[in-house]
Nanobody, 124 residues
Framework: DVQLQASGGGLVQPGGSLRLSCAAS????????IGWFRQAPGKEREGVSF??????FYADSVKGRFTISRDNAKNTVYLQMNSLKPEDTAVYYC???????????????????WGQGTQVTVSS
């Protein structure tokens, strides 16, 4: 079975850092693109970052603060989040993409498998 397990969320003060992990099972990570999304209360799910075949993409709101990476040996994708802001507060999800043009990576409907989400709260 294909499974994605997101972890690493928590409560952090503004300006702090967190590293999220997305552990995959049932498939090889380097065969698929993996995206990170987030959803705040009352808002739509938005694409945060995407990695595939060595290409990395970021939402404008997180460029320069977040870094996506992949460890194929551990079948895990990471999202390093620095300089966190209160507006980064959300539930963060990782997801496996179906075949998609890179320009469409932020669109949730192009992803077929989703992890359960991990809560990130940025507050003083």
């Amino acid at each position: 079975d294909v499974q994605l397990q997101a972890s690493g969320g928590g409560l952090v003060q503004p300006g702090g850092s967190l590293r999220l992990s997305c552990a995959a099972s049932g498939f090889a990570l380097d065969d698929y693109g993996i995206g990170w999304f987030r959803q705040a209360p009352g808002k739509e799910r938005e694409g945060v970052s995407f990695i595939n075949v060595g290409r990395k993409f970021y939402a404008d709101s997180v460029k320069g603060r977040f870094t996506i990476s992949r460890d194929n040996a551990k079948n895990t994708v990471y999202l390093q989040m620095n300089s966190l802001k209160p507006e980064d507060t959300a539930v963060y999800y990782c997801a496996r993409a179906s075949r998609l043009p890179f320009s469409l990576w932020p669109i949730p409907s192009y992803y077929t498998y989703w992890g359960q989400g991990t809560q990130v709260t940025v507050s003083s």
